[in-house]
């Protein structure tokens, strides 16, 4: 079994839940109650790992789903929906029929053998998965290779047909509270695309936003009044540890509203982020390898969730940081 390590994942509730490798957003009326995790244990098993949104310090997870293992699938991304049900995308291949991506929903529920609430899998899943959200209709968005975004009914099940495709740069992606769809175009450096809720085949952006100060993404998130979250590293020498944040009018080449960088954040390799409906801000964050040296292209090996408040700027502390085991080998979040 492999977990995917991150190019590019989603929070919603109050319970944290932790997932193998991150890239989708999700909303909810309510702060989140539990925070999600994809990652694996100290055996290698894949597994899910929740834990209460508001734990801090060293933490043990309150739920754990443990994922089948067989024909060694490679396990990438993590939502949810309002329903509180968590999404991932799991993709085996072989020589004969290539990659095959199924994408599969359980109940935030403890299990060793978790039966799936639904899976479907399309014809078009048949490359890397870059990000997967999933709107407040249930409607699941994949970005598959770089290059595509496939949108899925909420009723999707079984071998499914997309309901619509936009082939701008598919790299990590992101609803908001009003199903706008927000992409990093893994084509062109720096660039965030947004697409109106109900877009149809072939839509264009409605708005392109491009920071003034180049940042390497691994994620990105919106909040319930449609800002946008980007965290990542700056594209420059120094490669500082850095969350931008963008209005929910930001249009064209524009400076960021506000910045959270500096030693007093703690950060050193942002692997996801999220945001609850209250503006906490939530971000897995890789501290080091075994060895100490950070390798932010690689499996998590040690990792901490940091939270900063709705206001936060700057050169600021965390509200609150928690870490855990169970953090380990996890690139992917979402919470509820």
Same mark, same amino acid.
């Given at each position: 079994?492999?977990?995917?390590?991150?190019?590019?994942?989603?929070?919603?509730?109050?319970?944290?839940?932790? /997932?193998?490798?991150?890239?989708?957003?999700?909303?909810?009326?309510?702060?989140?109650?539990?925070?999600?995790?994809?990652?694996?244990?100290?055996?290698?098993?894949?597994?899910?790992?929740?834990?209460?949104?508001?734990? =801090? %310090?060293?933490? =043990?997870?309150?739920?754990?789903?443990?994922?089948?293992?067989?024909?060694?699938?490679?396990?990438?991304?993590?939502?949810?929906?309002?329903?509180?049900?968590?999404?991932?995308?799991?993709?085996?291949?072989?020589?004969?029929?290539?990659?095959?991506?199924?994408?599969?929903?359980?109940?935030?529920?403890?299990?060793?053998?978790?039966?799936?609430?639904?899976?479907?899998?399309?014809?078009?899943?048949?490359?890397?998965?870059? %990000?997967?959200?999933?709107?407040?209709? %249930?409607?699941?968005?994949?970005?598959?290779?770089?290059?595509?975004?496939?949108?899925?009914?909420?009723?999707?099940?079984?071998?499914?047909?997309? =309901?619509?495709?936009?082939?701008?740069?598919?790299?990590?992606?992101?609803?908001?509270?009003?199903?706008?769809?927000?992409?990093?175009?893994?084509?062109?450096?720096?660039?965030?695309?947004?697409?109106?809720? %109900?877009?149809?085949?072939?839509?264009?952006?409605?708005?392109?936003?491009?920071?003034?100060?180049?940042?390497?993404?691994?994620?990105?998130?919106?909040?319930?009044?449609?800002?946008?979250?980007?965290?990542?590293?700056?594209?420059?020498?120094?490669?500082?540890?850095?969350?931008?944040?963008?209005?929910?009018?930001?249009?064209?080449?524009?400076?960021?509203?506000?910045?959270?960088?500096?030693?007093?954040?703690?950060?050193?390799?942002?692997?996801?982020?999220?945001?609850?409906?209250?503006?906490?801000?939530?971000?897995?964050?890789?501290?080091?390898?075994?060895?100490?040296?950070?390798?932010?292209?690689?499996?998590?090996?040690?990792?901490?969730?940091?939270?900063?408040?709705?206001? /936060?700027?700057?050169?600021?502390?965390?509200?609150?940081?928690?870490?855990?085991?169970?953090?380990?080998?996890?690139?992917?979040?979402?919470?509820?």
């Amino acid at each position: 079994m492999k977990l995917r390590t991150i190019s590019a994942c989603i929070l919603s509730a109050t319970t944290l839940i932790l /997932a193998g490798c991150s890239d989708a957003v999700v909303h909810s009326s309510a702060p989140a109650t539990n925070v999600y995790l994809l990652g694996t244990d100290s055996q290698n098993n894949p597994q899910i790992s929740g834990f209460p949104a508001t734990a =801090t %310090g060293t933490v =043990t997870p309150s739920t754990t789903i443990t994922l089948p293992s067989g024909n060694d699938p490679d396990y990438s991304q993590l939502a949810v929906d309002n329903a509180g049900n968590l999404y991932i995308a799991e993709t085996i291949f072989s020589p004969q029929t290539g990659s095959v991506t199924t994408v599969y929903s359980y109940a935030p529920t403890s299990s060793t053998t978790p039966t799936p609430v639904r899976q479907f899998t399309s014809s078009v899943l048949n490359d890397t998965v870059n %990000g997967m959200a999933v709107d407040s209709a %249930g409607e699941v968005f994949i970005a598959i290779g770089g290059t595509t975004v496939y949108k899925f009914d909420a009723s999707a099940t079984g071998t499914a047909t997309p =309901t619509a495709t936009i082939t701008f740069g598919g790299g990590r992606i992101a609803t908001d509270a009003n199903g706008n769809l927000y992409v990093y175009d893994d084509n062109v450096d720096n660039q965030v695309e947004v697409y109106n809720a %109900g877009f149809v085949n072939a839509a264009v952006p409605t708005r392109i936003i491009n920071s003034t100060v180049p940042l390497e993404a691994k994620a990105l998130a919106a909040d319930a009044n449609g800002n946008l979250y980007l965290a990542g590293r700056t594209a420059d020498n120094d490669e500082t540890p850095e969350i931008q944040v963008f209005s929910s009018t930001a249009t064209g080449t524009i400076a960021p509203t506000r910045t959270i960088a500096g030693a007093s954040t703690t950060l050193i390799a942002p692997r996801d982020i999220k945001v609850n409906a209250n503006g906490t801000i939530f971000v897995l964050d890789q501290t080091s390898q075994p060895n100490g040296v950070v390798v932010p292209q690689m499996d998590l090996r040690n990792a901490n969730i940091l939270q900063f408040a709705s206001t /936060a700027s700057g050169n600021v502390a965390p509200a609150g940081t928690s870490t855990s085991t169970a953090f380990a080998h996890s690139n992917y979040m979402a919470i509820h």
